[in-house]
C-alpha cells in the first residue's frame, strides 16, 4: 500500500483556489488515486478518484503528472463550508486515511 | 436511499460491559469496514471485511471482534471494554477492492467510563 504524505493544515479565504498536493512515491501500477472530505463529527465522503492526467467533476478537480508520484485536489472558489479535512488514498486493500490535510476557509 | 447505518449513535458504557455496535448497508456491497477516530491521530481501520465470512484486521484490531454472517450486516463488537476504546467509530461499505468509493455511516460515539 503506497504511503502518502500531505500537508497537515493549510488556510485560505473565500473565493480562492485551493490546491492540496499528495506525494505518493512508491505508487504502484493499478492503484488509483482517492480523495475524501470529511467535516466534524461526520464520516468522510468521497470527493473524486483518478489514474492519470486530470479529472473533473461539479466539486473538484484532481491533477495527476505522468509519473503518478504526487496528485494535486484542487477546490475552485472555496467557501467557508469547504473547511473541512481533505484525505489522500492510494492503492488497494485496507483502507488507511492518514491524518490529512485541514482546510480553514475564512471570510 | 442508500446509505449505511450505525446503531446506536451514542453509547455510554463502563469498563467490561460487553456491546455490540451494528452496522447495516443497502447497497448490496462486498467491502465493509470499521473505523475509529481519535483527535490527532486520523481514521484508524480497526477491521474490514471483503465478503461473507470474510474478514481481516486492520491497524488496531486488539479488544475488538467483528462477525460477517450476512452481506448487509457487519457489526463490531468489544468483549470486555476500556476506556481507551472511548472513540468516535465508523463503519464504511463499498463495491469492493477496486473502487475505492467508499461510504460511511453516521458515526457512533462511544464513552467507556
Known amino acids: 500500500l503506497a504511503k502518502t504524505t500531505q500537508p497537515i493544515s493549510m488556510d485560505s479565504y473565500e473565493g480562492q483556489e485551493v490546491n492540496i498536493t499528495c506525494s505518493h512515491n512508491n505508487i504502484a501500477t493499478n492503484d488509483y488515486i482517492t480523495w475524501y472530505q470529511q467535516f466534524p463529527s461526520q464520516g468522510p465522503r468521497f470527493i473524486i478518484q483518478?489514474?492519470?492526467t486530470k479529472v473533473t467533476n461539479e466539486v473538484a478537480s484532481l491533477f495527476i503528472p505522468a509519473d503518478r508520484k504526487s496528485s494535486t485536489l484542487s477546490l475552485p472558489r472555496v467557501s467557508l463550508s469547504d473547511t473541512a479535512v481533505y484525505y489522500c488514498l492510494v492503492g488497494e486493500g485496507d483502507m488507511r486515511f492518514g491524518a490529512g490535510t485541514r482546510l480553514t476557509v475564512k471570510p | 436511499e442508500a446509505q449505511v447505518t450505525q446503531n446506536p449513535r451514542y453509547l455510554i458504557t463502563v469498563t467490561g460491559k460487553k456491546l455490540t455496535v451494528t452496522c447495516s448497508q443497502n447497497?448490496?456491497?462486498?467491502?465493509m469496514s470499521w473505523y475509529r477516530q481519535d483527535p490527532g491521530l486520523g481514521l484508524r481501520q480497526i477491521y474490514y471485511s471483503m465478503n461473507v465470512e470474510v474478514t481481516d484486521k486492520g491497524d488496531v484490531p486488539e479488544g475488538y471482534k467483528v462477525s460477517r454472517k450476512e452481506k448487509r450486516n457487519f457489526p463490531l463488537i468489544l468483549e470486555s471494554p476500556s476506556p481507551n476504546q472511548t472513540s468516535l467509530y465508523f463503519c464504511a461499505s463499498s463495491w469492493g477492492l477496486t473502487s475505492y468509493e467508499q461510504y460511511f455511516g453516521p458515526g457512533t460515539r462511544l464513552t467507556v467510563t
Open positions: 483518478g489514474y492519470k
Open positions: 447497497m448490496n456491497h462486498e467491502y
